[in-house]
């Protein structure tokens, strides 16, 4: 089965400074992955994603993410944070094979920014 | 191009009732999966719908359900509501979900609150 660490539950950072958010991923072979955000009240916005190719992903809102298989790791990064950037943020799994055609989630890492 | 749409963003229900939740994918989108979000268990899987039939059930009891039309409309269902119940209903759409094996990316609606008291 699937499974996604964010062992970061809260992070603040202070506006113009880098960013990175963890994830960890258990999956029998390469998965795909993604990188969500979600403001308060509102649905899941797509940040990336990674299926194959280059493992180095570019984003919307300046935001990229590192897929590196020998540490099953897909952390996200931003260099300069924004104050709209505070929200949370979810990474997810799923799988490539069979019909088990859904997302499995981390618990997500909410992002602060102090100005 | 229209994102997938929710209907009805805000609801209120008391335990026993039933409730219908609706959810119109991207145009062109023929993979709809439903997820159920709370504090305290995170985002979770409920079900996907490809072609008007259930590709894969998540670990939620027989009350809850769902079922596609052929124009890709979702609707989904819990019956006999309970207060645990309570939780963002999100609703997700892609081209043809992630078993093709290429790989689609997943958008998801703003959600629909429910509040069972």
């Known amino acids: 089965a699937q499974s996604v660490t964010q062992p970061d539950i809260h992070i603040t950072v202070s506006e113009g400074a880098s960013l990175e958010l963890r994830c960890n991923y258990s999956?029998?072979?390469?998965?795909?992955l993604f990188w969500y955000v979600q403001s308060p009240g509102q649905g899941l916005q797509l940040l990336l994603k990674y299926f194959s190719g280059d493992t180095l992903v570019q984003g919307i809102k300046g935001f990229e993410a590192e897929f590196k298989r020998s540490q099953s790791s897909f952390n996200l990064r931003k260099p300069s944070v924004h104050w709209s950037d505070a929200a949370e943020y979810f990474c997810a799994v799923g799988a490539r094979s069979g019909t088990a055609s859904k997302l499995t989630f981390g618990t997500g890492t909410r992002l602060q920014v102090t100005l | 191009k229209a994102g997938v749409t929710q209907t009805p963003r805000y609801l209120i229900k008391t335990r026993g009732q039933q409730v219908t939740l609706s959810c119109s994918p991207i145009s062109g989108h023929r993979s709809v999966s439903w997820y159920q979000q709370t504090p305290g268990q995170g985002l979770q899987f409920l079900f996907e719908?490809?072609?008007?039939?259930?590709?894969n059930k998540g670990n939620f009891p027989g009350r809850f359900s769902g079922r596609q039309f052929s124009n890709s409309r979702s609707e989904m269902n819990v019956s006999t509501l309970e207060l645990g119940d309570s939780a963002l209903y999100l609703c997700a759409s892609s081209l043809a979900g992630l078993a093709t094996g290429s790989g689609n990316t997943i958008y998801f609606g703003e959600g629909s609150w429910l509040t069972v008291v």
């Open positions: 719908y490809f072609s008007e039939t259930q590709r």
């Open positions: 999956y029998g072979a390469t998965p795909y």
